[in-house]
């Protein structure tokens, strides 16, 4: 929300200078949304439905001005976002260290799940630093890490401190989805980059969990975590169970959906569990929207894909490629269909495009050879 008036408040400031450049892959984007947007009408539970939809023009809205406003401005995001990264993360590690001290005050504030930066799930003390959930948090983190690798590509700068904060940061959400999201992805990076390298990652994660057992098994708190962490993993934190469950309701309306944000009613009195999605970006959106909503979101990614295959400078292709493939991977885990932060990623996603094509135009220009 405070993005959207930010960006409606330059709008009107810019309106006479205003670049409006939307790609071909967005449209398909737009599509997507205003075909969930339409599945409003067969909702059964309509208030529900109504603020979802609300959320939806709200995601188009502010992506809409953001692209707007960087067209318009030609500003240097990779830039402002890397410098501002050691700063974020520094405070958020305060925010969730200041409320993991305070929290076993606060009881009597009737403090469910979370205190200031720190989020209780189970046994797990996790990081969600300013953000509302922690896999909201790791959204930012893996956005923080591309950027420091294409600024390094780019600039060929390196900050050590940026690169430190976020793979701490990461490892306080405790989110396992997370972490595989970014080792696998950096392991394919390397795969096709460095064989050696990737060889390495494995060695060093293989070391690393080897080290962290061996530690934590015998601490009973910390051997408490880490066996929950297993037996959670083990079962992928019930999501296993919960997508049998929903897949089984796909044939009630298999073609248009069961209707946008339906799927919270579809699992009441599931394990007797209190669920609010299906935890997987692509079965909600084929049980609330159908096989048409399933396929034209399958063609936002697909469109997404073939943007970076044929318009990304060769220096940065495997860099967005695997930006992607930790959002993807996260969206099998998390829903993040109408999450802000997921707009965000793909935005960043569209402005590392456009960069590349700009460095790729700068590198031409001084007569130097661009490897495209």
Avoid at 56 to 63: A, E, G
Avoid at 160 to 183: D, E, Q, R, V, Y
Avoid at 294 to 308: D, E, G
Avoid at 313 to 336: D, E, T
């Amino acid at each position: 929300m405070l993005v959207s008036i930010l960006s409606s408040f330059f709008l009107l400031i810019l309106y006479k200078n205003l670049r409006i450049k939307l790609d071909l892959n967005v449209f398909v984007v737009f599509a997507f949304y205003f075909f969930m947007i339409s599945t409003w009408f067969w909702a059964p539970e309509k208030s529900t439905s109504s603020v979802r939809v609300l959320g939806v023009l709200l995601l188009i809205y502010t992506f809409f001005s953001l692209s707007t406003l960087y067209h318009t401005l030609k500003f240097d995001l990779m830039y402002f976002f890397s410098s501002i990264c050691s700063t974020y993360l520094f405070l958020s590690l305060v925010y969730f260290f200041l409320g993991l001290y305070f929290k076993p005050e606060m009881s009597g504030l009737n403090i469910e799940r979370g205190f200031l930066g720190y989020y209780q799930d189970g046994l797990l003390p996790r990081m969600r630093g300013f953000m509302d959930s922690p896999n909201n948090l790791v959204l930012v983190l893996l956005s923080f890490f591309y950027i420091e690798v294409y600024r390094f590509i780019r600039d060929k700068v390196f900050s050590k401190t940026n690169f430190f904060l976020i793979l701490c940061s990461l490892l306080l959400t405790m989110s396992t989805t997370g972490l595989f999201a970014l080792f696998f992805s950096v392991f394919i990076y390397f795969l096709f980059r460095n064989v050696k390298v990737a060889l390495y990652i494995i060695l060093l994660v293989f070391f690393i969990s080897i080290t962290v057992y061996f530690f934590t098994v015998n601490v009973d708190d910390l051997s408490k975590i880490l066996h929950s962490r297993i037996a959670r993993l083990s079962t992928g934190s019930g999501r296993f169970d919960l997508f049998v469950f929903l897949y089984n309701r796909f044939d009630d309306a298999p073609y248009i959906g069961h209707g946008i944000a339906q799927v919270r009613f579809l699992l009441e009195g599931f394990q007797g569990r209190d669920l609010q999605s299906a935890h997987n970006s692509f079965l909600e959106v084929l049980i609330e929207g159908g096989v048409v909503a399933f396929v034209l979101f399958s063609f936002c990614w697909l469109s997404l894909i073939l943007k970076v295959m044929f318009e990304v400078n060769k220096s940065f292709r495997m860099c967005v490629f695997c930006f992607m493939l930790s959002l993807i991977l996260v969206s099998s885990a998390n829903m993040m269909v109408y999450v802000e932060m997921m707009m965000f990623c793909l935005f960043f996603v569209t402005v590392m495009t456009h960069d590349s094509n700009s460095f790729s135009s700068r590198i031409n220009g001084f007569g130097l050879k661009d490897n495209i």
